[in-house]
């Protein structure tokens, strides 16, 4: 909890000591307040803090926003490859059909015939696509960062307009397969 | 979020004289660099706002003024109503012309936003002395509204990042695919409004916490109350806002803002909640708004801490303080929850939305949820169709937005990462994550073109920096100096920079226009059909228009006495009743399931058995959709499987393995024979046995299945057909009174 984390504690003290303490120690706070006055002594009185071996591990830190920021990466991929759809309605990884002459079984990758349907491999391609596209643009901002060495500057810049591009044309590929009447 | 280096400098002589040079003066004014600004953005704007509006418009150009759908034509009966009877007559409504034994309490079982929205909307035109029908407004409010979203999310986009992020998203979110499909001009439904609505409540509370300031928190509040009225997804606001406040104080943000403008908003908007009857007590009875409870008393928890933390002045006895105030707040909060759920006063989440944590659930349980198209799971596909590359964009948003993380960035963060997660549950909700995904989208793209520029404008090292800035020159040459002290390899530019950053400038405008002319396609071919007017393509490429629908309707009003009872599948209740005029039985609202139960047993029964039930309810006349002639896929007997399941859930007389061969449902030689002889089977396929549907194909042949039919010689005891439209789309039997007895 973010108060326990703000105040810097050490040991449980028991209860009359920290008021015996409190008394001596802040003698200063002169207050005409009913309710510090009441806050300071009441609760004490009677109520001795339990000596807990609870604590919270000094090991629970908040995890850094890059940390964060990968693992919500990974669930905006998990998402837009309709890893929901596939839970649900249990496609098969990769369609097949039947070659009407020779009768070998080939495979389909791509669902045809809807929008909103899937095979499990091609939402996973896709996702990946998506996923590459942002990574490039992500590299490109980091490319332009003046304080880096400037081959790695280049190569930054390289990768992400590279990506970019293979994710855009990858991504137009697999939509004018699946949708053939698309742009059309 | 501000000024940033880049965009709108400060007046500097030099830059203004070579930015003014290509704006000419006007009427002999040379324009400050501020105001050139000013006239881009607003210039920008009032265009996006045209193109809102005018994106919306194909169904309206190719057809005509009217209202598509189902649901929609529910609103605008009840919109007419309360533009004809005046507003008590509307909110205290008891409509005893649907859900016919039953009746429906319309006053108290509705969202009311949209239709005081359209009709203050009317009567303001009327006050003009703009004669306009009140469908002409119905049909335009969707458009009006989606114009207003953009201007929110341009303040919106202002508030996170800057102004050019908040003129991008402006410009996406006015042609997102995901947001036009339940927008267009004649989509007249809760959505259409109840974005608008979304979008304000979150802007608002992101200024309150931004600024602190009372007057935001208080018109965040009313914004959520024009939410609640609008559309019951404003469970989302309710859990997603107190979510954002725990994410806050967990992150250590938090402030007195915070506390002003949560504690504001939630107090004030449960009380103006609990105005709407629909609503009623939830806020305080039903688990899905326990969370924002919680959070409240959470918040009010941390403030006090804080403020004896404050007056105490001593970390020891605080911290004793500490731990018994949790103690103590901690079991009081959860022995609340306990003894609330418990006693049964704190309802749990209803099917609908415990559907959306655990998608699971509906299939197994709630026939009717699942049975919903709209309410499938989303497959990759849908996703790239309503956004486009937005998908590519999303990503890069939440890297900048993480890089300058702040109060707001956070909330949109959230706002985007949950409603992507709902978006990925069903196909619906789609809508309400792309408000989130043009606005994160429009970070990226803003930012990404920042840098493409500063790269061209920046300066080059090699050459002499003589043209440099007139003012603060000393400023620039110390600079310059430190500059040429800089170790070799850091701080040069890459090779061919300006060229390079000029090339990528040039393949950004690409993209955007690409993701325009996709959702232009999208919008016309997708999602501006009418559905209750169906077009094909003719045999020579024109275009075939089938009005089957309307004309089945038109036919009821005028034909059948004024008091005719129609009972048909609950898809088509809506339209019967605002169209046609006439009683229905169940229609789109399906509050009662036992009921539609009761019609779907009715219409997978053999027809004696139908007949019972039918006379038991008062049927006058029987209305069922056949698409085998026109090929045309969404009709009854596609449908059928759900009157079975759901006729079978509730009454045990009717097992779906009876109509399934080999686990699926035919209608051929090779159909179950309970199958051949049920209503619907005999009501859907009366004469058709005589029918030539397609040139070389036997009489008999269903289009829309592909097969020729099992049972062609269909006689009816009971019923006797009462009307066909041209197209064989809608049938209409009447049913028979009963034999004179001997």
């Known amino acids: ?184 | 979020m501000g000024a940033k280096a880049g965009s709108s400098p400060p007046v500097v002589p030099p830059p203004a004289s070579s930015a003014t040079s290509f704006f000419p003066s006007i009427n002999g004014l040379k324009l400050k660099t501020k105001q050139q600004e000013l006239l881009i953005r607003v210039s920008i704007l009032a265009l996006v706002y045209v193109l809102a509006f005018a994106i919306r418009l194909f169904s309206v150009l190719r057809y005509e003024s009217m209202i598509h759908e189902f649901d929609p034509y529910f609103n605008y009966r009840t919109t007419l109503f309360l533009t004809e009877k005046g507003f008590y007559e509307f909110w205290n409504w008891f409509d005893f012309e649907s859900w016919y034994p039953l009746g429906r309490i319309i006053g108290g079982t509705l969202y009311p936003g949209l239709m005081v929205t359209a009709a203050l909307i009317y009567w303001t035109l009327r006050f003009l002395r703009f004669a306009v029908h009140i469908r002409e407004v119905c049909v335009l409010t969707a458009p009006f509204f989606a114009s207003n979203t953009t201007i929110v999310a341009y303040f919106f986009g202002k508030e996170i990042w800057d102004s050019g992020a908040g003129l991008v998203a402006a410009a996406l979110i006015a042609i997102c695919p995901g947001y036009i499909s339940r927008s267009v001009a004649g989509s007249y439904d809760n959505e259409g409004v109840a974005i608008f609505a979304l979008l304000l409540t979150f802007y608002l509370f992101v200024k309150a916490v931004n600024t602190g300031s009372l007057a935001w928190a208080l018109a965040s509040a009313f914004g959520y109350f024009y939410m609640v009225s609008a559309w019951g997804g404003y469970v989302f606001i309710i859990n997603l806002v107190p979510l954002y406040v725990l994410v806050l104080l967990v992150t250590g943000r938090y402030s007195m803002r915070l506390y002003i403008a949560y504690n504001c908003m939630y107090v004030l908007g449960m009380l103006l909640a609990m105005q709407i009857r629909f609503v009623g007590f939830q806020h305080v009875q039903s688990g899905e708004h326990m969370a924002a409870m919680g959070v409240f008393f959470l918040l009010q928890v941390f403030y006090f801490l804080d403020w004896v933390k404050f007056t105490l002045n001593d970390p020891k006895l605080f911290y004793s303080f500490l731990r018994i105030a949790l103690t103590c707040a901690i079991s009081v909060g959860s022995l609340a929850l306990g003894v609330g759920m418990a006693t049964g006063y704190i309802s749990p989440w209803t099917g609908r939305f415990y559907s959306l944590l655990d998608p699971t659930y509906a299939k197994d349980h709630i026939p009717i949820i699942a049975s919903v198209s709209e309410h499938q799971p989303t497959a990759w596909s849908s996703f790239m169709f309503d956004f486009h590359i937005l998908l590519f964009l999303f990503p890069a948003g939440l890297y900048f937005c993480f890089k300058r993380l702040s109060d707001a960035t956070i909330f949109i963060v959230m706002y985007g990462l949950t409603s992507m997660y709902f978006a990925g549950v069903m196909v619906r909700l789609i809508l309400v994550a792309a408000p989130a995904v043009c606005l994160i989208s429009s970070i990226a793209v803003s930012a990404t073109l920042k840098n493409l520029t500063m790269l061209i404008r920046a300066k080059n090292n090699a050459t002499p920096m003589g043209s440099s800035k007139g003012t603060a020159s000393l400023k620039a040459s110390a600079k310059l100096i430190f500059m040429h002290f800089q170790a070799s390899s850091f701080d040069q530019p890459l090779p061919y920079q300006r060229n390079v950053a000029i090339a990528l400038l040039l393949g950004a405008f690409y993209l955007l226009s690409r993701y325009a002319i996709h959702c232009t396609w999208v919008t016309s071919e997708a999602y501006s059909s009418p559905s209750i007017v169906l077009a094909a393509r003719g045999a020579h490429g024109g275009r075939v228009i089938f009005d089957d629908y309307r004309e089945a309707y038109f036919w009821l009003r005028k034909n059948t006495p004024a008091d005719a009872k129609i009972m048909s599948w609950w898809d088509y209740g809506y339209q019967i009743t605002a169209m046609g005029n006439r009683t229905v039985i169940v229609d789109n609202n399906t509050w009662n399931n036992t009921h539609i139960a009761t019609v779907g047993r009715a219409m997978s029964s053999y027809e004696d058995e139908a007949y019972d039930i039918m006379k038991s309810l008062d049927v006058d006349y029987v209305l069922v959709v056949f698409g085998g002639v026109t090929g045309y896929s969404s009709d009854d007997i596609n449908k059928f499987l759900w009157m079975v399941r759901i006729g079978g859930g509730v009454f045990s007389v009717i097992k779906e393995p009876e109509y399934l061969v080999n686990g699926e449902y035919r209608v051929d030689k090779g159909a179950a024979p309970k199958m051949l002889n049920c209503l619907m089977y005999k009501l859907c396929y009366y004469r058709f046995g005589e029918v030539t549907t397609e040139y070389g194909k036997p009489p008999g042949y269903d289009r829309a299945r592909g097969v020729e039919i099992g049972n062609k010689d269909v006689k009816l005891e009971y019923l006797e057909e009462a009307f066909t439209t041209s197209n064989w789309i809608i049938r209409i039997y009447k049913v028979k009174p009963p034999k004179n007895r001997w």
């Open chain 1, 1 to 184: 909890m973010c108060p326990a984390m703000r105040t810097k504690s050490d040991n449980p003290t028991p209860g009359a000591a920290a008021a015996a303490t409190a008394a001596t120690a802040s003698s200063d706070l002169d207050s005409f307040d009913p309710v510090l006055l009441l806050l300071r002594f009441l609760p004490y009185s009677f109520l001795r803090p339990p000596r807990t071996r609870l604590r919270l591990p000094s090991s629970v830190v908040l995890p850094s926003p890059m940390t964060v920021f990968s693992l919500l990466l990974l669930t905006y991929f998990a998402v837009v490859s309709g890893l929901v759809y596939d839970v649900i309605v249990e496609p098969p990884g990769i369609g097949s059909t039947q070659d009407p002459a020779t009768g070998t079984v080939r495979p389909i990758v791509f669902l045809p015939g809807r929008v909103n349907g899937q095979y499990i491999i091609e939402g996973l391609s896709s996702g990946f696509m998506f996923l590459l596209g942002g990574f490039g643009l992500i590299f490109m901002d980091l490319a332009v960062d003046r304080h880096r060495a400037r081959s790695t500057r280049l190569s930054f810049a390289m990768f992400g307009i590279s990506a970019v591009v293979i994710a855009y044309l990858m991504t137009m590929l697999f939509i004018r397969i699946k949708i053939p009447g698309y742009l059309w």
